[in-house]
């Protein structure tokens, strides 16, 4: 069975770019509470509005959202990957490899964690277990 990364933006939420950072898992303050207001209760039978979607690859990482970037990792090909891209079109900013692809028969493949951005670094665990460090620009330190 393949699993496949989709990274889907949509609008749910009355999306401006007066929204809230969700730098790490669960949140701003690990919580798994968001402090939006006026969250839609009811979608058009159609559903959300799409934003934009890019298709990556293989994996489990979850979604950081940090000053108008959004931070995610996946495999493709033999590699893994952690990547940024603008919030408000998909378009990649930068992508670097963090390692070898990770195979695993029962849980399937690719990266696992999610990146966790503290000012001007991002922090991401390969599924292998190493740690790296990104600058929020296209300076990598991993």
């Known amino acids: 069975m393949i699993y496949r990364c989709y990274l889907l933006i949509a609008v749910v939420l009355c999306f401006s770019s007066a929204h809230a950072d969700w730098p790490q898992w669960l949140g701003p303050n690990r919580t798994g509470i ?3 207001t006026g969250v ?3 979608w058009a039978a159609d559903g959300p509005t799409v934003v934009w979607q890019k298709e990556l690859g293989e994996g489990f990482s979850g979604i950081s ?3 108008g970037r959004v931070y ?3 495999s493709a ?3 893994e990957f952690v990547i940024c891209l603008n919030e408000e079109t998909g378009r990649e900013i930068w992508r670097f490899r963090t390692g070898a692809k990770f195979y695993e028969r029962q849980g399937g493949n690719g ?3 999610q990146p966790t951005v503290d000012g001007e670094r991002v ?3 390969s599924a292998e277990g190493w740690l790296a460090v990104a600058g929020r620009s296209l300076r990598w330190n991993g």
Do not use: I, Q
Request: aromatic share 10%; glycine share 4%.
């Open 34 to 36: 968001s402090s939006e």
């Open 123 to 125: 922090f991401v665990l």
């Open 72 to 74: 995610t990792m996946f």
């Open 40 to 42: 839609l209760t009811t």
């Open 111 to 113: 990266p696992r964690s």
């Open 77 to 79: 090909g033999e590699d």
């Open 65 to 67: 959202v940090a000053d």
